[in-house]
């Protein structure tokens, strides 16, 4: 379980996902079924959490092709929320289970955010400059149709339960400041690539996030960037170059976990290719493949091409 940061995933946020024109058996005007609350900015406790039980009958992917899973016609549960971006900037909604479970939330604007693994088989989305307005929150149930998965939801302003606890310091925790500082980047930056020195590495393995992660990887994120998208079409691509064999850990502005090991396009180097990156904070990790010292690297960030 992870501690009450922005956890894990991680702007925009999870992808906003553009409106579409969605399946007709999705009501998204009923209250939920398991009830609905009023939350102000700043409310406490933090999280807000409520039990349901996540499942149905209804292919999220016939809402969106990005999202995932089977859920209830009917929502989960109903979020009315008064925000203050200025004092929190994202509001965080997931869910955790003993099953693999999906969310989907219906933002005031009728755009869809979905996630599926944001940390292990528990999903997470994080809406950043959340607006006013109702949430629809569907917890779901991935590859099954018409099963059920008790859950846990949650509503977080501070990040969520849905990661491995960095309060042990055995999970990477994006809430601390990068070792090696952040940088602004908007959309036709340049120079292209950004560069910069890291030594990678550190003791925590990167497979505590999710079995697709690999590498040694530092509690605290290497380097932080807060991206500022553009109208364009072209990616937002993270790679790295060094004489050992590195890793590369992402929690995008959606507080999604992205990892590679080998995508790059030279050797053993580590790259990660974002298309249509929303704005946001992108906390990176850059890892060994092998555990031990640290070894001198450099993190490239390019809209044109990967090391």
Known sequence: MKSLTR???AAAALAMIAAPAYAQNLNTGATGTYGQTQ????????PFTVSVLGGGPVDMSSVNADCNGFVATRASYTLRYTAN???FPALYIGATSDADTTIAVRTPNGQWVCNDDSNGLNPMVAIQQPRNG????WVGRYGTADENASAQLFVSEIGGPSAPDATTGDAPDFSLDPAYGAVDIVAGFEPDPHTVAIDAGGSIHASVISEMCTGWIARAPDYRVNWTAGSGSLPLIFSVTSEADTTLVINDAGGNWLCDDDGGNEGLNPAITIQGAPSGQYDIWVGTYAEGDLQPSTLHVSELYSQ
């Open 7 to 9: 956890t894990m995933v």
């Open 39 to 46: 939350l102000r900015a700043g409310f406490e406790p933090d």
């Open 85 to 87: 971006v200025a004092d």
């Open 134 to 137: 109702r949430y629809q929150i």
